[in-house]
């Protein structure tokens, strides 16, 4: 990693002042996560690095039940997912938000951050796609508003000039009748980057039978996070019902444009993109016929029942696909003749001999002997 400089201003004046500075090369620091792994690779250099947490409007997260959720740049993934008003009322941004990356991570990462690295693959855009954020971005102009879905321009690239920076991301309040979700495939539980995600939110009728209003997002199916409209626009007025979730599917499938890489083939990817949509639309359902508008001031509305998805058809849809078919209830085999064969009582072969024989004297190739 090369040298760099390092200022942590304290306004956002401060900060764009800094950016603007032509004499070098600047970068906005939040969490790191992201740039800080850039940097040591070489993908990209900076000779200043301007850590914006220490700016007050950036670290600022605020819930007002009658305008919605304000999320600053600087807030961690950490601190957004333990605050009880966003569990409350957002537990489809929890859904993306709790996915990026380990405890460690989440630590250190932010939302605001996440957006700003503009991966096609970033869990929380869709989410935000979705519950319709909207960007706020101050520069040396002043500051404006950008949609959620219109932040990402390209991989790696956003709509911000050098010396703008984000400042916070804002939440309307959903409807009463709605509820959000996201899901996503990835070839490990944990800690890894999405195959295919997508984002769910739908509006329902007072008394459930129609779908009002709908927002479907993707993630890592084309060359930006991508905002389904025409999947979305094909749910309304219609009943919330498989046969529906299934046509929204199929328009998202061919809105996706996905590509073939070490992760996954063009083909899984478009295959995960109904899959996933059909199942955030279950999850979004189940939430949106649980919020009732008296629920919306509440703390945690999310623990009445029948108010989540079951985990098999939300965040963890791999139950499904059968890549831990012995985690679904009933399915545990005995351990002798299961998963682990070898600890039943007896079976232990002697390690020489049974699953580590190079371990034994004198079996090592004469390769492994010369090292």
Request: aromatic residues 4%; hydrophobic residues 40%.
């Amino acid at each position: 990693m090369k040298p760099f400089a390092y200022q942590a201003p304290t306004s956002i004046g401060e900060a764009i002042a800094l950016l603007a500075d032509t004499s070098r090369n600047a970068r906005p620091l939040a969490g790191g996560t992201d740039l800080l792994v850039q940097l040591r690779r070489g993908v990209c250099e900076a000779e200043l690095l301007v850590d914006v947490k220490r700016i007050p409007e950036l670290n600022r997260l605020s819930f007002d039940p009658a305008a919605g959720l304000t999320v600053g740049a600087a807030v961690s993934c950490a601190r957004l997912c333990e605050h009880a008003d966003v569990w409350s009322v957002y537990p489809g941004l929890v859904d993306a938000a709790s996915l990026i990356g380990g405890t460690a991570i989440q630590a250190r990462a932010t939302l605001g951050g996440n957006l700003c690295n503009a991966a096609p693959s970033g869990d929380s855009i869709p989410a935000m796609i979705a519950l319709r954020a909207t960007c706020t971005v101050a520069g040396p102009q002043g500051t404006r508003t950008v949609p959620a879905e219109a932040f990402c321009t390209a991989p790696e690239k956003t709509v911000l000039s050098k010396c703008e920076i984000l400042v916070s991301v804002h939440f309307p309040l959903p409807a009463p009748h709605s509820g959000a979700c996201y899901v996503r495939f990835t070839p490990r539980r944990e800690m890894d980057i999405a195959v295919a995600g997508a984002a769910a939110w739908i509006e329902l009728s007072d008394d459930h039978s129609r779908i009002m209003d709908a927002r479907i997002a993707l993630a890592a199916v084309a060359p930006i996070p991508l905002f389904a409209d025409a999947a979305s626009a094909a749910l309304i007025s219609k009943p919330p019902t498989e046969e529906a979730f299934a046509e929204a599917a199929g328009l998202a499938q061919a809105a996706a444009r996905p590509i073939t890489d070490v992760r996954g083939t063009a083909a899984l990817r478009r295959h995960l993109v109904g899959v996933l949509v059909r199942r955030a639309l279950r999850g979004a359902n189940g939430r949106a016929k649980a919020r009732h508008p008296e629920l919306v001031e509440a703390r945690h509305p999310e623990l009445v029942e029948g108010s989540r998805p079951e985990p098999v058809e939300g965040r963890h849809p791999e139950l499904v696909e059968g890549r831990h078919p012995e985690l679904a209830e009933g399915s545990h085999p005995e351990p002798a003749e299961g998963r682990h064969p070898e600890l039943a009582e007896g079976s232990h072969p002697e390690p020489v001999e049974g699953r580590h024989p190079e371990l034994a004297e004198g079996s090592r190739p004469e390769s492994a002997k010369e090292a």
